[in-house]
């Protein structure tokens, strides 16, 4: 990129000369600077063989900053550019020296780090960081929620079972200590398959001799919980 850079800046000094817009002498002295203005980047290189990219990259560079239609080179040598429609003169033209244009166009590029649009309002910076805080607090707040409503506490099923079949779920029968939620099955044909291998080695309701009563007609079915 830097002989393409060094490629570009003779190409410019070589036409400002012939227009006798630049003496040799101060391109000379131009070219001992340390930083000579011109500057060529691309973000990935371009191999050689790529001929599509370096095509995109050609009719990029070569884009002009006007649209051509929009500019005339009048007969003094000046140009004519078409612009939108003044509020306060009506003006809908320009006629401008030359190096006047360059100096204009020069002026739209911003220096390192500068930025030459401000937004305000609800675009500024300002309201967008607000925004994006109000966003994480409201994220850290429903995260805080699902974590108090997984704590052994706030398990309102169980609480729930305790009022309806009057057993607490969470209770071991033998040694009256709270279990550990291993996990929870919901699916039919897994439970039916546990109760039947339940059955076959011979093991009993824990709960069996409880004082119990029958589930409440058109209820909800409740799914037995796997507890180690």
């Known amino acids: 990129m830097a002989a393409v850079a060094r490629l570009f800046r003779e190409l410019v000094f070589a ?29 990935e290189p371009v191999l050689p063989t790529d001929r599509e990219r370096l095509e995109k990259i050609a009719r990029y560079d070569s884009r002009a900053p006007l649209a051509l239609d ?13 612009t939108p429609h003044h509020p306060q003169t009506g003006a809908t033209r320009m006629d401008l020296d030359a190096l006047e244009m360059i100096r204009r166009l020069c002026a739209q590029i911003p220096d390192a780090r500068q930025h030459m649009t401000l937004y305000y309002g609800w675009y500024s910076h300002r ?61 039919v044909t897994v439970v039916d398959r546990l109760l039947a291998h339940l059955r076959k080695i011979g093991g009993n309701d824990p709960h069996e001799g409880t004082a119990q009563r029958g589930p409440p007609t058109g209820g909800a079915r409740a799914s037995p919980d796997v507890d180690g």
Do not use: Y
């Not at 000369?17 to 973000?43: C, D, I, Q, Y």
């Open 70 to 82: 929009a500019m005339q080179l009048l007969a003094d040598g000046r140009v004519r550019v078409r």
């Open 127 to 187: 309201a967008r960081g607000e925004r994006r805080k109000t966003e994480a607090d409201t994220e850290s707040a429903a995260t805080a929620v699902e974590v108090r409503v997984t704590t052994p506490r706030s398990r309102s099923w169980a609480r729930l079972m305790r009022r309806i079949f009057e057993v607490d779920p969470l209770l071991c029968p033998q040694c009256q200590v709270e279990m550990q939620i291993v996990s929870v099955i919901q699916e």
């Open 15 to 43: 036409e400002l000369t012939a227009v006798k817009r630049l003496r040799p002498e101060t391109a000379e002295m131009m070219r001992g600077w340390n930083h000579s203005g011109f500057n060529v980047h691309a973000s």
